[in-house]
């Protein structure tokens, strides 16, 4: 009797003290299709071997679980499972103990929860219904994902603001919800005076999540780099370091070109790296790919030059300067070396140069950065490839041989590391192989930039190359290539391709074919100089932007409009949802499935 | 007649004291209080300028927003001013973020002066401030029509006032500057200086002697040139010109002597020919 007693005694001071069964944790949410769901719940009764745990409903459906422990249980989305919100319903299974005793009466066995799976693929036009009038040209974009919530984001293009003129208000997309929705908050730093904002932009989170850095040339050509620790904030981001157009020191003006941020935490404090190319304005620049740096979260700043060999008679590197880090510290940084310059057949600029991969084995935090990685002449900086032809696009009505389609030739280049092996990195670039073309390569090293491999993919006629590598080490490459369709016109298709072997085999999925005609170009770039991929959770997410006609088949993947557009007539609509408004650029956000290696 | 004037005197430093005094009063109040802020002054600071009624207190039509004291919902009755995207906003609900919103009421009508800060589903707008609109009153429309002359007036004043020349002309040939032809940075952000020469008609600021005047513009296509003026051949119009002052530029040539070239870098610093009265007008000014 006594031992009953102690039994029923012990039974509900279990149940009393494991209370209600509950859900703590889902990850990831959203969640894909065939892709692993794992749940971790507690307060599950099971102090004995002979305790069955918890079963999992998902709609209703009873899921196989793998793990199956007490306080985590995981399981697959079923394939042909539909996009939107699904029900997960933990119950925790009665045992024998259980059923003999009174926790069953005294204590809540199920607990649920909503969980979001989010299709393969999605392309969303960014401009928020609020600008359904809005018909500028807004190309050139950009994108950074919080990587602790990637359901914050921020994009960018070159979208005025409505307010123009007006100072330190030139407007970033934010997204709260991981990209289905977006809005326009006006905190850049710099414009709107004579440009209704700023020119280049980048921007990067630390991978804490707690700040975002960004990179513009403001409307005084001045290179500001910035920050902000809360994108929904509307306080404008705090400046944290000027580069001004004119330098007193050499008494001459500098312009400043593509800052591209990447930022990375070690060690609790942030490293942010920034590719520029530093031009003087007058007289020979000479070795101008610079990596402007801060290894203490922004406090001090230092320019390095990361070109060590002579560019010769045309004084300069080529404007873009990509750094990629690695998870433990490394830092790699891409350039374009310019060595001469020639005159192809239309009279366009070519030069002539290197594709050069400098390398830092610590942060760049010491004496002699980016100078790990030797070439073969001894010289820092490993030549990917030499001597290509790389056309550039002067920006004048009279330059001959300007553009591509209705893009100016600039100078493309991608560069990314493997987060789980900061050995194993990719580069993409467009030079031109033949008379008049640009083609993308893109290249692996897996020996820390030291040895190359040949093409892996070529794309002729194509701009923005941009990568991203998977923590499992799927590559994701975006690009967009001017394509003739079948009656002969040209489109502009904006691809991603994926792969899990060096692009042996690969999966290309087109996100948007355009027509290349229309809209009329308004400015150079016409749809950028540079898109931006990045790799997050399950997903590859980024940006691009195209003429934005409402036509179901300009997106096979399907697309999501936040302004207003009747895909029936295929016209875009004003707030009004009557006035018709002009085709233009837009800025689109896409998410993709990652391939599962 | 000094006894006069040191009571003139007296009621004019009483009412200085006064002015200040309620001044004080003013700056002590929230920022409602720009109700009683000139017309002209919250123009000035404003780029989207609405009559609307207030729907409700509290609220938001923005989901982005915390809902607070200082967020209202408001009704579109009427756009006064704004920029090109936002035509067709009448009978809009939007956010309007204000200071204080003690002073409103659910169905008051007011003219709104304010900013656009939050364009995502729906429209948030910072009032600069309002004036709200009593039963029988109407909008002040024509006050601040005439504000929003006077600011388009002023920035056009200040644009003749620091130029040099204010020529009435046509452009008879355009070549490259000269530094253009020498060393110059590769950037798609590089100007590529091109030369106009005008042939002056009339000047209507500056030394009448000139016939011709060089003026330099970028001839680059690049978003960083997007709102400066271009020029070609024919082109007829007015001129707003400052001198190009930039250390180190080689001086233009002009029927083979050096001479000064002018810039017009503002987007208003060329106008149609059909504005020259009124450019005289503000020349006056």
């Known amino acids: ?597 | 007649m000094m006894v006069i004037f040191q009571n003139e005197t007296a009621k004019l430093i009483r009412r200085l004291a006064l002015i200040c005094f309620l001044g004080n009063l003013l700056l002590l109040q929230p920022n409602i209080a720009t109700a009683e802020d000139s017309i002209n002054e919250l123009v000035q600071r404003s780029r989207f300028i609405f009559t609307g009624t207030v729907v409700e207190l509290r609220a938001v039509t923005v989901p982005s927003i915390t809902v607070s004291d200082n967020t209202i919902v408001v009704r579109i009755d009427e756009l006064i001013y704004h920029k090109k995207p936002f035509a067709n906003y009448g009978g809009k609900k939007i956010t309007v973020l204000v200071n204080d919103s003690n002073l409103l009421r659910a169905a008051d009508q007011a003219v709104f002066f304010t900013n656009v800060a939050i364009m995502g589903e729906s429209v948030a707008v910072r009032a600069v401030g309002y004036k709200k609109i009593g039963q029988g009153e109407t909008a002040p429309r024509k006050q601040i029509a005439a504000a929003l002359q006077t600011m388009e007036d002023r920035a056009l004043v200040e644009r003749i006032a620091g130029a040099e020349f204010v020529v009435l002309g046509k452009v008879s040939s355009i070549g490259v500057a000269a530094e253009t032809l020498q060393t110059h940075p590769i950037s798609e952000h590089y100007p590529h200086w091109r030369e106009a020469i005008v042939e002056v008609e009339a000047t209507l600021k500056g030394d009448s002697s000139r016939t011709r005047i060089v003026v330099r513009f970028p001839g680059s296509e690049d978003v960083a040139f997007r709102s400066i003026p271009k020029f070609k051949v024919g082109q007829q119009g007015i001129w707003i010109l400052r001198r190009d002052i930039r250390p180190g530029v080689p001086r233009a040539i002009l029927e083979g002597k050096e001479t000064d070239a002018y810039m017009a870098q503002d987007i208003q610093d060329f106008q149609a020919r059909s504005r020259l009265e009124k450019i005289r007008q503000l020349i006056k000014q």
Request: a negative charge.
């Open chain 1, 1 to 597: 009797m006594r031992r009953l007693v102690f039994l029923l005694q012990g039974l509900i001071l279990t149940a009393l003290i494991s209370g209600c069964v509950s859900i703590k944790m889902v990850q990831p949410d959203p969640a894909a299709i065939e892709r692993q769901v794992n749940v971790g719940v507690s307060n599950v009764v099971g102090p004995f071997s002979s305790e069955p745990g918890v079963e999992l409903k998902f709609d209703e459906n009873v899921m196989p679980l793998d793990p199956d422990t007490s306080d985590l249980v995981g399981f697959v989305v079923p394939p042909g499972t539909a996009p939107g919100d699904h029900n997960i319903k933990v119950t925790d299974k009665p045992g024998l103990l259980e059923i003999l005793s009174i926790v069953l009466l005294l204590r809540d066995r199920t607990d649920e929860t909503t969980l979001r799976v989010y299709p393969d693929v999605t392309v969303i036009n960014m401009i928020p219904a609020s600008l359904s009038g809005e018909t500028e040209q807004d190309s050139e974009p950009f994108i950074a994902i919080n990587a602790e919530n990637p359901k914050l984001m921020i994009g960018s293009a070159f979208t005025p603001n409505p307010n123009a003129p007006c100072t330190d208000c030139s407007v970033m997309y934010v997204s709260t919800d991981g990209g289905d929705t977006w809005h326009l908050n006006p905190v850049v730093p710099g414009g709107a005076y004579v440009s209704p904002g700023v020119l280049d932009q980048t921007y990067s989170f630390d991978s804490e999540g707690s700040d975002l850095y960004g990179g513009v040339i403001d409307t005084t050509f001045s290179m500001v780099l910035a920050r902000t620790q809360d994108i929904t904030s509307a306080t404008v981001m705090s400046r944290l370091d000027v580069q001004g157009f004119f330098d007193l020191q050499l008494l001459n003006f500098i312009l400043h070109d593509q800052p591209f941020v990447r930022a990375r935490t070690v060690a609790g404090s942030d490293g942010i790296y920034v590719g520029e190319n530093t031009l003087k304005v007058f007289g020979c620049s000479e070795k101008t790919a610079t990596v402007r740096m801060s290894t203490d979260s922004g406090a001090t700043f230092t320019s390095v030059a990361v070109e060590y060999r002579d560019t010769g008679s045309v004084c300069q590197d080529a404007p873009s300067v990509r750094p990629a880090i690695g998870t433990d510290g490394t830092v790699y940084a891409a350039f374009m070396g310019w060595r001469s310059e020639g005159t192809g057949l239309t009279g366009e600029k070519l030069f002539n140069g290197d594709v050069v991969v400098v390398r830092d084995d610590n942060r760049a935090a010491g004496m002699n950065p980016f100078q790990d990685l030797l070439g073969t002449d001894g010289l820092p900086g490993r030549r990917v490839e030499q001597n290509r032809s790389f056309p550039f696009t002067e920006a004048t009505t009279t330059d001959p041989g300007r553009h591509l389609g209705q893009e100016r030739y600039g100078s493309s280049l991608s560069l990314a590391v493997d987060p789980s092996n900061s050995s194993i990195l990719y580069i993409a670039w467009a030079d031109r192989i033949s008379t008049n073309d640009y083609t993308v390569h893109v290249r692996r090293s897996i020996d820390r930039g030291v040895s190359w491999s040949s093409d892996l993919l070529t794309i002729t006629n194509a701009i923005c190359p941009a990568l991203a590598i998977q923590h499992n080490g799927t590559v994701g490459f975006f690009y967009q290539q001017l394509s003739p369709d079948a009656s002969g016109n040209s489109r502009w298709e904006s691809h991603l391709v994926q792969t899990t072997d060096a692009f042996t085999t690969k999966d290309d999925k087109i996100l948007a074919t355009v027509p290349a005609d229309s809209p009329a170009r308004v400015f150079d770039p016409y749809l950028g100089d540079y898109a931006h991929i990045e790799a997050s959770g399950l997903w590859f997410v980024g940006v691009f932007s195209a003429n934005n006609t409402p036509d179901n088949n300009n997106f096979p993947h399907g697309v999501v409009y936040q302004r207003n557009a009747d895909f029936n007539t295929k016209r875009l609509l004003d707030v009004d949802n009557t006035t018709p408004v002009d085709i233009s650029i837009d800025p689109f956000f896409f998410r993709v499935k990652a391939l599962a290696p």
